[in-house]
C-alpha cells in the first residue's frame, strides 16, 4: 500500500490548509486512516483518524473544533482540512493506512502504511 499526500505549505496564525491523502493500490487492505504530525526535535503524535467503512472519526485533543477530517471511498483518497492553525500546528504531517483496533486507531501500532509526509508551517 503506498500513500502520496499533498497540500501542505506555509500559512499564517489563523489561516487554513487543506491535506489529501490518495492510496494508491487497492483500499482492502485498509480499514482506517490517520493523520499524525512531527515537530522539530519532538515525537510523532497523533492528531486525526477515520474508520474507511463507517467514516468513525477521532481527533487529538489539541485539534478539535479546528481540524476535520474525511474520506472519499470511490477515489481511495483522505483529507484534513486545518482551520485556525496555530504556529504550534507546524510540523510535517504524515498520512497513515492500516486494519486498527479501537485500541490503536489513534496511535502509531494501528498504522503499518506511511506516507512521506508534507511540511506545514504556521509563521507570522
Known amino acids: 500500500v503506498q500513500l502520496v499526500e499533498s497540500g501542505g505549505g506555509e500559512v499564517q496564525p489563523g489561516g487554513s490548509l487543506r491535506l489529501s491523502c490518495v492510496v494508491s493500490?487497492?483500499?482492502?487492505?485498509?480499514?482506517?486512516m490517520g493523520w499524525f504530525r512531527q515537530a522539530p526535535g519532538k515525537e510523532r503524535e497523533f492528531v486525526s483518524s477515520?474508520?474507511?467503512?463507517?467514516?468513525?472519526?477521532y481527533y487529538a485533543d489539541s485539534v478539535k473544533g479546528r481540524f476535520a477530517i474525511s474520506r472519499d471511498r470511490s477515489t481511495g483518497a483522505i483529507y484534513l482540512q486545518m482551520n485556525g492553525l496555530k504556529t504550534e500546528d507546524t510540523g510535517v504531517y504524515y498520512c497513515?493506512?492500516?486494519?486498527?483496533?479501537?485500541?490503536?486507531?489513534?496511535?502509531?501500532?494501528?498504522?503499518?502504511?506511511w506516507g512521506q509526509g508534507t511540511q506545514v508551517t504556521v509563521s507570522s
Open positions: 493500490e487497492s483500499t482492502s487492505e485498509i480499514s482506517g
Open positions: 477515520i474508520r474507511w467503512s463507517m467514516g468513525r472519526t
Open positions: 497513515a493506512a492500516g486494519r486498527p483496533i479501537t485500541s490503536t486507531i489513534t496511535t502509531m501500532r494501528g498504522f503499518p502504511y
